[in-house]
């Protein structure tokens, strides 16, 4: 499985990981491009930069260039690459690993 690493500031990691926010965001610019343009199976998401930072892994079903939700983080306006995510796969909130089948 090839998973794709990205940090985020805790609001959007909360979001994403009760089910409330389904994509993430990251600007067309040509760093994006560069490291987008590979095949992922799932996104791990880290609330930090910590090695002990809650962390998880969810499922990538598709990658796009649109228009996102401003509320989820968005620019107004502007394209962004948008990562449209599925189910939680692998689960670290407080030290402790939970796997979901």
């Not at 990981?17 to 560069?34: D, L, M, N």
């Not at 590979?38 to 079903?61: E, H, M």
């Amino acid at each position: 499985m090839k998973i794709l690493h990205l940090t985020l500031k805790k609001k959007w990691f909360d979001m994403i990981s009760s089910g409330v926010k389904k994509e993430e965001y990251r600007e067309i610019k040509p760093y994006w491009c560069k490291r987008l343009n590979k095949k992922f199976d799932a996104v791990q998401f880290r609330n930090g930069y910590s090695k002990d930072a809650p962390f998880f892994i969810i499922q990538l079903i598709g990658l796009y260039r649109s228009f996102g939700i401003v509320e989820w983080g968005a620019p107004e306006g502007r394209m962004v690459f948008i990562l449209r995510l599925g189910k939680i796969i692998t689960n670290r909130s407080s030290g402790r690993l939970n796997r979901r089948p």
